[in-house]
């Protein structure tokens, strides 16, 4: 496998639609690629990211959110 490079860009933001924050699951669609791929989307705070084991990247985002 090559080395590659990843850049992730991180930006505070607000949803316009606020009632998507009350949702447990929110149908997604990712369009920039072809063909378009549904996704479930889900929210979590950090400690059910720690208690599920579930990866977050980059490393420091959890830095940044406040851990």
């Known amino acids: 496998m090559k080395p590659r ?4 860009l991180v930006y505070s933001a607000d ?4 009632w998507l924050y009350n949702k447990e699951k929110i ?3 990712e369009t920039a690629i072809d063909p378009p ?3 479930l989307l889900f929210w ?7 208690q599920e084991g579930l990866p977050l990247y980059p490393e420091s985002l959890r830095k940044i959110l406040g851990d």
């Open 5 to 8: 490079h990843e850049i992730v």
């Open 15 to 18: 949803l316009v639609d606020k």
């Open 27 to 29: 149908d997604g669609l």
């Open 37 to 39: 791929l549904p996704m």
């Open 44 to 50: 979590k705070t950090l400690e059910e990211i720690d």
